[in-house]
């Protein structure tokens, strides 16, 4: 078993309590230098008590199992805006949000469309874009999927 995968082992109960996904794991560096990179996210966000306190309970988890030997430091984050939306659990993390698709250059698709993200659907999803139908997207046909700003929509507002 790969020690990220260990890492993840004793992170899944806390995260699990906690109410977040665990997106990534991802372990660096040697010897008495290693950096533990943790992404977790959930619908709606992650607060930074709540990074605080995963922190705090895998750093406890850590120390006790004695997984890395010598130092270590631990850093925890959400995802930003670039995070691809790849599975349907990401789809529906992120239902309501406005996202980008970017389709495949081989399939000559056009530009990429933007639009509120309906959810996970058939081996895709489901967008509406602005003043349309909702509109079924295969993810065999997407090169990449972000969220993205509605700036039209913030304008609006201010």
Do not use: C
């Not at 992650?46 to 750093?59: E, H, K, M």
């Not at 406005?98 to 993200?117: A, M, Q, S």
């Amino acid at each position: 078993m790969s020690l990220e995968s260990k890492v993840l082992e004793l992170l899944t109960p806390i995260a699990d309590e906690l109410g977040v996904d665990v997106l990534r794991v991802r372990i660096s560096g040697s010897g008495n230098s290693q950096l533990v990179q943790v992404l977790v996210d959930r619908k709606g966000g992650v607060d930074s008590d709540t990074l605080a306190r995963i922190s705090r309970g895998l750093a406890l988890q850590l120390d006790v199992e004695d997984l890395i030997k010598g130092k270590y430091r631990l850093e925890l984050s959400s995802p930003g805006f670039e995070w691809p939306l790849e599975s349907a659990a990401d789809f529906d993390r992120y239902e309501s949000d406005w996202i980008k698709v970017i389709f495949k250059e081989e399939l000559d698709l056009g530009e990429p469309i933007e639009g509120d993200n309906l959810g996970p659907e058939n081996e895709g999803f489901l967008i509406q874009e602005e003043g349309m139908e909702p509109r079924h997207i295969a993810m065999a046909d997407v090169k990449k999927v972000v969220r993205a700003v509605n700036w039209k929509k913030l304008n609006k507002k201010g």
